[in-house]
């Protein structure tokens, strides 16, 4: 049994824990709480997309379904929307398994282009469907009816449920990593072929890494929702909604425990810089600066930060690479 | 320039108190306006070009302009008078269309840059997530310009909306058919074709509803979704009807594509009436003024002979941009005059003084650089005084042809297309 | 009638779409390389033929030439200084490249010629041809013509000449061409330089017939994408075919059901044939 790397970990943990406490003003707040959001919808991609390697560029149709609900249960029956969540997962979970049959026969970047198109599908449906709100969206309660509704004037308790859930789904890949399913979705992305001749069951453990990768972003969708007070077709279920899953864990490194997590480390405050620096000079300059730095790091680190930090870090806090 | 202002805010504070001493007056020597508009993404154009719009609003307002007569409020004086010529200053943000981003911004413009008041934010989903924000921190928030008929009326305090809605756009036409019908023309039907986003779906239901009442049948409504590649089906559905008149509800690239289509597909209706947006962008009549004559568009603003206020409103922007002024941002810049106007009768950047003069505004037409009846909000925040001017393409320009009392040139019925 | 005009619209749609998508389709069957900046490729190839009209007065045959020149660099240089070091890297990394180039590419004409849409000024390809009865937009009818000569030039320079079978020599077995003697990387340079240089070609013909704005290359990326993936990736004349399909079917599907249907209909098509021919029209199994 080899020990996890214990005290990054904890530093990590420490630093998000007290994060609040420093940074208590609500704009700093919101900005880590965007930070916590991306990490999670990114971690739960890497589930599919790092770890077994098929690449999904249109996770926002689970990200959209578990947006959707909160709102949804909230506009039909007045209920809490936090009542949604559910009713989110359920769907992403047959959403899961419906699109995972057929698309998960195709390789490659035909598996990335299935998805593509069955997420833009449902996103023009739902711009044409009046009982979602249609292009206009939906709305959640604007003040609150109580604490069930999770509206609050401050982002405090927000960043708490985040980091929560966040906690639990590393924990959980962390899990996975040492488990016979972990190497079965490494074994998977190294060769299906040869995985298939030893014996590893493919197809299931794809379906099964793509339900679980579906629970996750799906709340993630949840949490923004409610978060956010609105979603419309756009902002659930977008491409720019996938592709940043993508990027994020590209650029910090898929198919790593802590490859999302870096990935949001670095882009989040990246994005939020270069638009309260250059957005408001309207000059796109906001754009330029980060898809430089984005180009940059593909140019001079392809694999991904992590890999940089495994080559720079402490020889005692390097995480042994599980692949 | 700081401690000049200081002084200069010092100073006025000190008459007015030697005036009046009984009520202290707040002399902030700034008002901080924040405003969200999209700058980049999709709908950049229309940020950038609100952006310039309101940056001439506040050159009017901060600088003495006494050539642009004694109506328009605040133009005459420096600054606001009643705060001892305190100025306003903005601080523009960039949503970017998203509207979890719009949230973040307006959280910060509240809490960081401590702004005033707030403005924005064009994309009603934005509108929708940054006035949800100032009503939790109790800010006023002038919406300039969004469609969608749900951001007031939701029973928030702190909204305003200064332009008109789509219900009013759809009177609007109505109204101008009943006038058309008296005169003989033939409005038998209509057809509605109609971007599919939040501004597109909200102006179109309103027209339908509104069709109804005035018991003109829509012989067809053509929804599609916005920067389309290829709008020849929706043209041909189109000439296949026959209706009497099309109304279009599109941005600028869609806009464009079908005066060419129509032309290419040798299809020309008795009168084209285009929604604003698309058809009022500079951009439309340098691509499309030989094929599109006679084309309709609705705008609430008219650049007016030389000499007249808006005129030299137009001018001041033309100097800043290039460009004549548009009538999405000039309904902005309207806002925005209505706003400061508040603050200013406020006397102070109490959110709650500035939110009672706000629901006490109650604007003349001739204080407007628009054609509205007035600017006065009713108990939602909702503008019920706004109103809007048909203006059509002749040569290389929009005229103002109705109302009457207000039309600068005569109507073309049928409207001459590309064939000239 | 009215129908024959419905598909005649939709080849010529569909044309611009294999326009717009046979040089995406080359380097992504060549070195299976996903360009999320293909669509900028395009919309700089408008801008490069607005600047050639505003300075020069040039006619379509010289911007069109300009545009197809300057990308052809552009495209060289985009992979002598990234995608080659990218190439080195995982799958994942091509999108974050090309994804980022997209945005700089994108907000780098944003920065220099505004957000406010342009179009050309008309040009002697203006104008509308009448078929019996059926009627025929010039530009797009040259468009169409044009993308037919480059589908056959460029499946002819694959299959026929020497550069051809080195270039696909490179993207079959990179270490056995190299034993022949070929330059992997030169061979890649020029494939990229042709893509982008397709794209130029494609953003002067397309700026005849449709006004842009630098975010224009959003609106074709995803349906070059479906044109690419349904022709088989690396089929130059399945792109060809591709793109006439689906433009096609949005012209009667939008006819029929109604134009916000169009697209709706376009991709459960393609997810329905990838599951029925994973390895599209025109691929090799």
């Known amino acids: 049994m080899k020990i996890p790397a214990v005290t990054p970990t904890t530093l990590l943990a420490a630093g998000l824990l007290i994060y609040p406490l420093i940074f208590s003003g609500p704009f700093y707040l919101d900005i880590g709480v965007t930070f916590l959001l991306a990490a999670i919808s990114a971690s739960a991609w890497n589930i599919v997309g ?102 609050f004037r401050s982002e405090l308790p927000y960043y708490y449920i985040f980091l929560a859930v966040l906690a639990v789904l590393l924990h959980l890949t962390f899990l996975i990593e040492h488990r016979r399913f972990g190497y079965y979705l490494r074994a998977i992305k190294a060769g299906e072929r040869a995985a298939r001749s030893l014996g590893v069951p493919v197809q299931q453990i794809k379906i099964k890494a793509l339900i679980l990768s579906a629970v996750f972003t799906s709340l993630a969708g949840s949490l923004y929702s409610v978060k956010t007070g609105f979603i419309d077709p756009e902002s659930g279920f977008g491409i720019l909604v996938s592709v940043q899953m993508v990027i994020i864990a590209a650029l910090g490194g898929a198919g790593k425990l802590y490859g999302p997590f870096v990935g949001a480390l670095i882009l989040i405050p990246l994005q939020t810089a270069t638009n309260t620096w250059f957005g408001g000079g309207g000059t796109g300059l906001t754009f330029i600066l980060y898809g430089g730095i984005i180009v940059l790091i593909a140019r001079y680190e392809p694999g991904g930060l992590f890999e940089l930090w495994e080559r720079i870090a402490p020889r005692g806090w390097r995480r042994k690479n599980a692949s | 320039m700081w401690r000049f202002r200081v002084l200069k805010a010092a100073a006025a504070a000190a008459t007015l108190f030697a005036f009046s001493a009984a009520e202290p007056v707040m002399a902030a020597d700034v008002v901080k306006i924040g405003i969200l508009w999209p700058l980049t993404g999709n709908a950049a154009a229309a940020g950038q070009a609100s952006k310039a719009a309101a940056e001439v609003a506040v050159d009017i307002i901060n600088n003495a302009h006494p050539e642009l007569g004694d109506d328009l409020p605040l133009a005459k004086t420096a600054g606001l008078p009643n705060m001892g010529g305190a100025k306003l200053e903005l601080v523009f943000v960039d949503h970017q269309g998203n509207p979890s981003l719009a949230q973040q911004l307006a959280t910060r413009l509240i809490t960081q840059d401590k702004v005033d008041v707030l403005m924005g934010a064009y994309q009603s989903s934005c509108s929708f997530t940054a006035t949800a924000v100032a009503e939790r921190y109790g800010i006023p928030f002038m919406v300039g310009e969004s469609a969608a008929l749900n951001i007031t009326g939701r029973g928030f305090k702190w909204v305003f909306r200064g332009t008109p809605i789509a219900s009013d756009y759809a009177r609007t036409y109505m109204r101008f058919f009943g006038d058309m019908k008296k005169q003989g023309k033939k409005v038998d039907s209509i057809a509605i074709v109609n971007e599919n986003t939040d501004y597109g779906t909200s102006v179109a239901d309103a027209i339908v509803e509104e069709a109804k009442k005035a018991n003109i049948p829509v012989a067809i409504r053509i929804p599609y979704i916005a920067s389309s590649t290829d709008v020849s089906a929706q043209v041909l559905q189109l000439k296949e009807k026959q209706p009497d008149v099309v109304i279009f509800i599109s941005y600028t690239a869609d806009s464009i594509l079908y005066m060419k289509t129509m032309k290419n597909l040798d299809y020309a209706p008795p009168m084209v009436i285009g929604d604003d947006t698309g058809f009022s962008d500079p951009s439309f009549i340098p691509a499309v003024a030989d094929v599109a004559q006679g084309v309709m568009n609705r705008s609430a603003w008219a650049i007016g002979k030389p000499g007249s206020t808006t005129y030299k409103i137009n001018e001041m922007y033309k100097a800043k941009t290039g460009r004549d002024l548009d009538d999405t941002s000039a309904r902005n810049m309207q806002s925005f005059f209505a706003l400061a106007d508040a603050i200013n009768r406020a006397g102070s950047t109490d959110p709650e003084k500035m939110r009672d003069a706000l629901t006490k505004t109650d604007l003349k037409p001739e204080q407007l650089m628009m054609g509205y009846e007035g600017v006065k909000f009713d108990n939602t925040g909702q503008n019920i005084l706004a109103a809007t001017y048909l203006i059509q393409l002749h040569d290389k320009k929009y005229e103002l042809i109705w109302p009457d009392k207000a039309a600068e040139a005569k109507l073309q019925w049928p409207m001459a297309g590309w064939k000239k | 009638m009215l129908l024959l005009q419905v598909i005649v619209g939709g080849l010529l749609l569909g044309a611009i779409y294999a326009l717009f998508s046979s040089g995406l389709t080359l380097i992504w069957g060549m070195m299976n390389f996903i360009n999320f900046a293909h669509g900028e490729f395009v919309m700089l190839g408008m801008y490069v033929s607005l600047l050639v009209v505003m300075w020069l007065g040039g006619g379509p045959a010289a911007f069109g030439f300009a545009a197809a020149f300057s990308l052809f660099v552009l495209g060289v240089f985009v992979y002598l200084s990234l995608i080659r070091y990218v190439l080195r890297g995982p799958m994942l990394s091509q999108i974050l490249s090309t994804f980022g180039l997209a945005l700089l590419l994108r907000y780098t004409a944003f920065w220099i010629f505004s957000a406010n849409f342009v179009s050309l000024p008309q040009t002697s390809l203006s104008g509308t041809l009448n078929v019996g009865g059926v009627l025929m937009p010039v530009p797009q009818l040259v468009a169409g013509v044009i993308a037919i000569l480059l589908t056959i030039g460029l499946h002819l320079m694959l299959t026929r000449t020497k550069v051809g079978s080195q270039l696909l020599a490179v993207s079959e077995d990179r270490g056995a061409a190299m034993l022949m003697g070929i330059r992997p990387d030169r061979m890649q340079a020029l494939a990229w330089g042709l893509s982008a240089g397709a794209a130029g070609i494609a953003g002067a013909l397309m700026a005849i017939a449709y006004p842009w704005s630098p975010s224009v290359g959003e609106t074709f990326g995803l349906t070059a994408f479906v044109v690419v993936a349904l022709g088989g990736f690396g089929s130059v004349p399945g792109a060809l075919l591709a793109g006439l399909i689906i433009g096609l079917i949005q012209a009667l599907s939008a006819f029929w059901f109604g134009p916000i249907y169009k697209d709706i209909i376009v991709y459960a098509l393609f997810v329905a044939l990838l599951w029925l021919r994973p390895q599209g029209l025109m691929g090799k199994a």
Do not use: K, N
Request: with cysteine; charged share 5%; hydrophobic share 55%.
């Open chain 1, 50 to 151: 790092g770890y077994a390697g098929q690449v999904s560029v249109g996770h926002a149709m689970f990200f959209g379904l578990g947006a959707y609900a909160p709102l949804l249960c909230y506009t039909l029956f007045q209920w809490a929307p936090i009542a949604g969540i559910p009713f989110g997962i359920v769907f992403s979970i047959a959403l899961a398994v419906l699109i995972g049959i057929p698309t998960f026969r195709l390789t490659g970047h035909y598996f990335s282009m299935a998805t593509i198109a069955v997420a833009e599908l449902i996103r023009i449906y739902f711009g044409t469907w009046d009982l979602v709100g249609a292009a206009i969206g939906l709305q959640g309660p604007a003040t609150a009816r109580g604490w069930w509704d999770l509206t």
